[in-house]
């Protein structure tokens, strides 16, 4: 099934299966809203609200295991707060494994649940993100991040 909220200039589309999400999408070209799991919750965070995603279900089946364990460890990343690509590496035991993270976010399938838009170059730039820059500069100050040329202003970094 297919449900949609819109967003910004788009689309978020989610599809799922019951109450397990197996994607999350933005796309420009859709035209109607409809309903999925945790739509409020969604609802509530593009309004500006501080929410918390871990109740939704997600469905890691097709995922690597070494993705899910990026992901898993990135949805632990609080609203309002950034991660390096290298701090998420060294969660995962080896700084070496700072492209394989890199590579994980942009193949990231569940967009906002599992928020890639927090992970940012150690010196605090915003880096790339697949939907462009603009938007994930959007998705900070949304979450109250200043992004100031490019770059995290002030400390709002996390590490558990």
């Known amino acids: 099934m297919i449900g949609t909220i819109k967003v910004r200039n788009g689309f978020l589309i989610v599809e799922f299966n019951d109450d397990v999400i197996k994607r999350i999408t933005w796309r420009k070209d859709w035209e109607k809203e409809g309903d999925f799991p945790g739509r409020k919750l969604f609802e509530r965070y593009f309004s500006g609200e501080k929410v918390d995603f871990s109740t939704l279900k997600l469905d890691f ?58 992970v940012v170059k150690k010196d605090g730039r915003i880096g790339s993100f697949g939907l462009g820059v603009e938007f994930k500069e959007w998705l900070l100050n949304l979450e109250d991040v200043r992004v100031n040329n490019g770059k995290i202003s002030g400390i709002r970094y996390w590490w558990h």
């Open 61 to 118: 089946k097709d995922i690597p295991p070494f993705f899910e364990r990026v992901y898993s460890l990135l949805r632990e990343v609080p609203w309002g707060k950034v991660v390096s690509y290298q701090d998420l590496a060294l969660s995962l035991g080896n700084r070496n494994y700072q492209r394989a993270v890199g590579n994980a976010m942009s193949r990231n399938p569940f967009l906002i649940v599992v928020p890639c838009h927090r």
